[in-house]
T-cell receptor
Framework: AQSVTQPDIHITVSEGASLELRCNYSYGATPYLFWYVQSPGQGLQLLLKYFSGDTLVQGIKGFEAEFKRSQSSFNLRKPSVHWSDAAEYFCAVGASGTYKYIFGTGTRLKVLA | EAGVAQSPRYKIIEKRQSVAFWCNPISGHATLYWYQQILGQGPKLLIQFQNNGVVDDSQLPKDRFSAERLKGVDSTLKIQPAKLEDSAVYLC????????????FGPGTRLTVL
């Protein structure tokens, strides 16, 4: 069965600092991987997704993520965080050939001015 | 392009009462999803429709939850009777059709059961 682990419940970074949010997944085959962001009172917005091909994926708002099969990871990165990036971030895994996503428990990002 | 619409945005009810949520997906999107997001957790899929047929409702508590998608467009999710543990945000999402298509989420309905 698919599963997703986001080990960090809360992360605090200073504005302008770099960011890395961790995501580990469990799935037998090549998964579909996603990062979503949720601002307070808002729905989820897709930042980026990986289906196949280049393992370094570029997304919106300056985010990128790298798929590492050997580590079963899909970590999200941003070189310089802005105050507006404060939100909750969810990693999700989808099984190929299905529509079902399994979401992690989320990482809440706080940005210090 | 208009996004996924949901109403109401907030609802407070007492346990054992009934409640209904409405979702209007993005025009042309064949697939519609209802998720339950309990505080501190990620969204959990309750039910998935492809047009007006149910694809997956394995995690829907069918003794109290029901959902329908008439004419393959709008959808309603109903809870009857509600329990305290149903307090959560209910998210609706839609996608074009393929499993590779992005799911677009609505703003959600926050339900509080007292």
């Amino acid at each position: 069965a698919q599963s997703v682990t986001q080990p960090d419940i809360h992360i605090t970074v200073s504005e302008g600092a770099s960011l890395e949010l961790r995501c580990n997944y469990s799935y037998g085959a090549t998964p579909y991987l996603f990062w979503y962001v949720q601002s307070p009172g808002q729905g989820l917005q897709l930042l980026l997704k990986y289906f196949s091909g280049d393992t370094l994926v570029q997304g919106i708002k300056g985010f990128e993520a790298e798929f590492k099969r050997s580590q079963s990871s899909f970590n999200l990165r941003k070189p310089s965080v802005h105050w507006s990036d404060a939100a909750e971030y969810f990693c999700a895994v989808g099984a190929s050939g299905t529509y079902k996503y399994i979401f992690g428990t989320g990482t809440r990002l706080k940005v210090l001015a | 392009e208009a996004g996924v619409a949901q109403s109401p945005r907030y609802k407070i009810i007492e346990k054992r009462q009934s409640v209904a949520f409405w979702c209007n997906p993005i025009s042309g999107h064949a697939t519609l999803y209802w998720y339950q997001q309990i505080l501190g957790q990620g969204p959990k899929l309750l039910i998935q429709f492809q047009n007006n047929g149910v694809v997956d409702d394995s995690q829907l508590p069918k003794d109290r939850f029901s959902a329908e998608r008439l004419k393959g467009v709008d959808s309603t999710l109903k809870i009857q009777p509600a329990k305290l543990e149903d307090s959560a945000v209910y998210l609706c999402a839609s996608s074009l059709a393929s499993h590779q298509d992005t799911q677009y989420f609505g703003p959600g309905t926050r339900l509080t059961v007292l």
